[in-house]
Structures are given as structure tokens and as C-alpha cells.
């Protein structure tokens, strides 16, 4: 297997607080790799680490073969790194096609005076855009609403728009941050097959998730993270059965056992 991301030692310090510490990690090529962990472990940090939108502290970052080093986050997303957000990004008032297109910013080739000017040149480019954007949206089973407003679609809808967004680019690396948050159980199991086209498709994809049975379904490899360090590494069943996990979710295992009585329908996909 290639690793397509790795990181060593990667640090991250805001003053004194110190959200992710020496942490090395490897996505392989062609993986949905998991990254979870209690609230405030460090996920969402390592995934702004990765993207470049914010700086480590020190340690390394390298992506396809190369130190990332202090590039920024656009030229990141242009060597085939894209994302979503736990937070909803999308511009509300613009159409659906027209927040996808924007995903593709970062690869277009006319400048300012072509567009200026509408040559032919970019009249065509635009058009391949808007056709890349119909793919992507086609994707995920949102061409209906493609000159829908973004911010009047549902809101599992919205989430959809987020990942055909991060998809237009046909990007190496897609780390996804809390896809399935605020979603119903249909709509989350949906996701689960989505992520796997999307793995098929050929995108590595890294997923940042509290919803276990996404997790579990989706992933190949789960990285768990706490208090900012690396806790356990391994496939599904490995960190399920971990009980260092355990104790970081859930306190004990009688916490853990009065969780599963209360919560059915999750217990099959929680560590235990």
C-alpha cells in the first residue's frame, strides 16, 4: 500500500493549550480512513492542518510524495487536497450549480481580462465548468435542484451540496468533516453508500465523524484521537474491541453497558 498522506510528529500548540501532539499518521491511497475521538480530542484541528488553514507547530505534513511545507490552503486544494466543514459553508444565496462551480476556483485558467473581455476561450472554459458542476452534482442526486437557492434546500440537501462542492474538482484527497452530523438515520445510511461511490470512484477520503455506525460501515482504518495524541490505530473491529476507546467515549465499562441498554440501535456499532 502507498500512503497518500502522512504526517509525523504533527503538532499544533495555541499558546499553552496543545490541541494535537506529536501525532503520526498514514491514509493509504484508496482507504476511507476514520478519525474520531471525544469532543475537543483534536480532529477538526488535524483536518485545518492538512488543508493548510491553519499552521502546525512543528512536525511534518506530506501529501502524494511531497512536504506540503507552509503552502497555502489554495494551493493545497489545487495539488488535490478538498474539503468540507462541520459548519456549514455554502453560499446561501447563490444557486446550487453555482456554489459547486466554485469548487473548481482553484483550477480555472482564464485570468481577469478573458473574463473581462468573455473571449471564446473563456465562454468554453465556463461551459466545462458548468458541466463538471452537473456531474458532481449528478453524483449525489442533487441535478433536480441545480438552480435551486442553496440556502432554501434541505438541510441534508445542504450537506450533499458540500460534498459535490469538495467532489467538482475530482480531487486526490477528500477529507470530510461531520458529513452525517444533523442527519436522520435514512439519510445517514444513504451517506454511507455515497462515501463508498465516492471511494470507488477512485478519491481517498478522510472522515471526521461522531456518528459510529457511518464509521463503522464506511471506513477501512480508524485513527482515534484524545486529549490531541494518537490513542489507538487499526480496521474497525480492532478499535471497536479497544478498551482504551472505551474508557475515552464512555468513562468505564459499566458507563458503557447502561449506554447500550439506553441506546439499542447503537450498541452494535460503539466499541465494546
Known amino acids: 500500500m502507498t500512503a497518500l498522506l502522512r504526517t509525523k510528529q504533527l503538532t499544533c500548540r495555541f499558546g499553552g493549550l496543545i490541541a494535537v501532539s506529536n501525532v503520526d499518521l498514514s491514509v493509504e491511497a484508496g482507504d476511507v480512513h476514520g478519525l474520531i475521538g471525544p469532543n475537543g480530542a483534536g480532529k477538526t484541528t488535524f483536518l485545518n492542518l492538512v488543508s493548510g488553514h491553519i ?4 512536525g511534518t505534513i506530506h501529501f502524494n510524495g511531497q512536504n506540503l511545507g507552509s503552502k497555502s490552503p489554495h494551493l493545497r486544494a489545487a495539488a488535490g487536497i478538498r474539503r468540507t466543514f462541520q459548519n456549514l459553508r455554502l453560499f ?9 462551480m466554485v469548487g473548481l476556483h482553484a483550477n480555472t485558467r482564464s485570468d481577469v481580462f478573458p473574463s ?9 472554459e465556463e461551459k466545462e465548468i458548468a458541466d463538471r458542476a452537473r456531474e458532481a452534482l449528478d453524483f449525489v442526486g442533487l441535478l433536480p435542484s441545480a438552480n435551486a437557492i442553496a440556502g432554501g434546500l434541505p438541510y441534508g440537501h445542504q450537506r450533499l451540496l458540500e460534498i459535490a462542492r469538495a467532489l467538482v474538482a475530482k480531487p486526490k484527497l477528500m477529507l470530510a468533516d461531520e458529513p452525517a452530523a444533523g442527519l ?13 461511490r465516492i ?5 481517498t477520503v478522510m472522515l471526521v465523524e461522531h456518528h459510529m455506525e457511518v464509521v463503522m460501515r464506511a471506513c477501512n482504518h480508524i485513527t482515534v484521537l484524545n486529549y490531541g495524541r494518537k490513542l489507538a490505530d487499526g480496521s ?3 478499535i ?7 474508557e475515552a467515549y464512555l468513562g468505564t465499562k459499566t458507563v458503557y453497558a447502561r449506554h447500550c ?9 460503539a466499541p465494546h
Not at 473581462?116 to 468554453?124: I, K, N, P, S, V
Request: net charge positive.
Open 55 to 58: 499552521r502546525q507547530t512543528s
Open 92 to 100: 446561501r444565496e447563490m444557486t446550487a450549480i453555482e456554489n459547486v
Open 116 to 124: 473581462l473581455l468573455r473571449t471564446g476561450a473563456q465562454r468554453q
Open 184 to 196: 436522520n438515520g435514512a439519510e445517514a445510511r444513504e451517506l454511507v453508500g455515497l462515501i463508498q
Open 199 to 203: 471511494q470507488a470512484s477512485g478519491v
Open 236 to 238: 474497525p473491529a480492532d
Open 240 to 246: 471497536r474491541d479497544h478498551s482504551g476507546v472505551i
Open 261 to 269: 441498554r439506553r441506546n439499542p440501535a447503537e450498541a452494535q456499532y
